[in-house]
């Protein structure tokens, strides 16, 4: 039977030593707290320059060079489709990319002694700056609009701009001369004559061309099997172009009829007060 009485403690121990384990369990705990005051400072600092971002150009944030627009997919396309439409985000840079490398290509065939090189040149420096803003507003952000507010306009604008997107896309892989592409026809001819440069970067334009012409047809089937369906039909998109037509009407006639004619009147505040209620402030 063991002694209630007897010490717990050893008599061949150091009552004075630290506790090993202890330490290295508090050193552990004191380890992660750093880690979390450094999360929360790298926390703050985002939160400061969002704000900044905020003050400066409002909720815009896209481009980042010049917020014109908000531009986020985890905060407004609903969790099952943000894979798909960050591809497409993602095909779309990919798009931007090729028209700088076929610029880039077009001046090569230049310099290699194409007779049609300066005309070349010059369409694809019109290309970079027409096709990459066109692009976006007229397919990118439409199909963006569309799985974020499930609108069946927005579905058709997609697939008619997309639709011509996609015959540019094979226009481009081609690469007839004369026409700003340095696309197959030009990448063959410049390998045939021996100007190595020329037919390297041709082959990098044709390559992106391809790649996000294909990528593009691909996602075109996706989303046209997803509008499908979701029941979207024509109907359905033209009472929704008439909805918001009305309501552009209707903004545009309270400001010409209620919020200017005011101006000449003698109290345009006490005017706006009884008699115009769409352009007096609103108690919250």
Same mark, same amino acid.
């Given at each position: 039977m ?67 627009i908000?531009?986020s ?9 943000q ?11 990919v798009?931007?990319?090729t ?29 970079? &700056? ?14 963006y ?43 063959i ?14 082959t990098l ?32 998109a ?16 309270? &400001? ?19 008699r ?5 402030k609103?108690?919250?």
């Amino acid at each position: 039977m063991a002694n209630p009485f007897a010490s717990t403690h050893s008599l061949d121990t150091n009552p004075f030593d630290d506790p090993a384990p202890q330490t290295q369990a508090t050193d552990v705990r004191l380890e992660q707290l750093r880690q979390r005051e450094l999360d929360l400072q790298r926390r703050e600092q985002e939160l400061a320059a969002k704000a900044e971002t905020i003050r400066k150009h409002g909720r815009n944030n896209w481009p980042p060079f010049f917020p014109l627009i908000f531009h986020s997919i985890p905060d407004e396309i609903p969790e099952a489709s943000q894979t798909l439409i960050t591809r497409l985000y993602q095909l779309w840079l990919v798009l931007a990319l090729t028209l700088i490398i076929n610029m880039v290509a077009c001046i090569t065939i230049l310099i290699a002694g194409s007779r049609d090189g300066g005309r070349d040149v010059g369409a694809s420096i019109g290309y970079v &700056f027409f096709i990459s803003i066109t692009s976006f507003l007229l397919w990118y952000r439409p199909i963006y609009n569309g799985y974020m507010k499930e609108q069946a306009l927005y579905y058709y604008l997609y697939f008619f701009f997309g639709g011509f997107h996609l015959l540019f896309s094979i226009y481009m892989i081609i690469g007839v001369p004369s026409t700003g592409s340095a696309g197959l026809i030009q990448m063959i001819q410049m390998y045939a004559n021996h100007q190595w440069l020329a037919g390297v970067f041709c082959t990098l334009a044709t390559v992106g061309w391809t790649v996000q012409g294909l990528g593009n047809a691909y996602y075109y089937r996706e989303i046209y099997a997803h509008h499908n369906a979701a029941g979207h039909t024509m109907e359905k998109a033209k009472s929704e172009l008439a909805m918001h037509g009305a309501k552009s009407t209707q903004i545009n006639t309270c &400001f010409k009829t209620s919020c200017l004619k005011p101006l000449r009147h003698k109290n345009p505040e006490k005017y706006i007060s009884k008699r115009l209620p769409c352009c007096s402030k609103t108690k919250q």
